[in-house]
């Protein structure tokens, strides 16, 4: 039950969540490039600079967050936790490594967008990165993120002893 309200409140505040990962993108990018990056969370924007000027500014979109595919994989993840059949301490550890592993994946693709678009310019580096290496990212990512939720589930397991009827 608290997964499916953890997932509906990412759904719920999914603005607030966008406003966090800007924050979090902004120091990144700002780490990776040493160039000045301001976040403006409550817009959902990240303002790039060049120098003293500004040389870019991207508006984070639902789409450009992890908050709506968390919430599915929160909310789809919830029956795993009745099922007798499954260990409760793995399935919560699977579900925690998976979140932690989709939304440091996705500050990443930000991050890598922000910091192309700082060293090659706007155009073309926002249409480079954004679509070509945030896709990559992203899928990589993901793909990451399954591996390692099955990996948990199914390393360890006790052997089922064998029922002879």
């Given at each position: 039950?608290?997964?499916?309200?953890?997932?509906?409140?990412?759904?719920a505040l999914a603005g607030a969540w966008r406003g966090l990962?800007?924050?979090?993108?902004?120091h990144s990018i700002q780490l990776v490039t040493g160039q000045t990056t301001i976040a403006v969370?409550?817009?959902?924007?990240?303002?790039?600079?060049?120098?003293?000027?500004?040389?870019?500014?991207?508006?984070?979109?639902?789409?450009?967050?992890?908050?709506?595919?968390?919430?599915?994989f929160l909310i789809a993840s919830a029956p795993l936790m009745i099922l007798r059949k499954l260990s409760a301490?793995?399935?919560?550890?699977?579900?925690?490594?998976?979140?932690?592993?989709?939304v440091v994946v996705n500050i990443v693709r930000l991050t890598a967008i922000g910091a192309?678009?700082?060293?090659?310019?706007?155009?073309?580096?926002?249409?480079?990165?954004?679509t070509y290496l945030g896709s990559?990212?992203?899928?990589?990512?993901?793909?990451g993120a399954g591996v390692a939720f099955a990996a948990i589930m199914v390393v360890h397991r006790k052997p089922q002893a064998a029922v002879i009827g």
């Open positions: 039950m608290l997964l499916v309200l953890a997932g509906l409140s990412l759904i990962e800007a924050i979090a993108a902004g969370p409550r817009d959902h924007v990240l303002i790039l600079y060049a120098g003293t000027s500004v040389q870019s500014i991207f508006k984070l979109t639902s789409e450009c967050s992890v908050a709506y595919l968390l919430a599915a301490r793995r399935t919560a550890l699977a579900i925690a490594v998976t979140t932690v592993i989709l192309t678009v700082s060293e090659v310019g706007t155009d073309p580096g926002f249409q480079i990165a954004h990559v990212l992203t899928i990589l990512g993901a793909c």
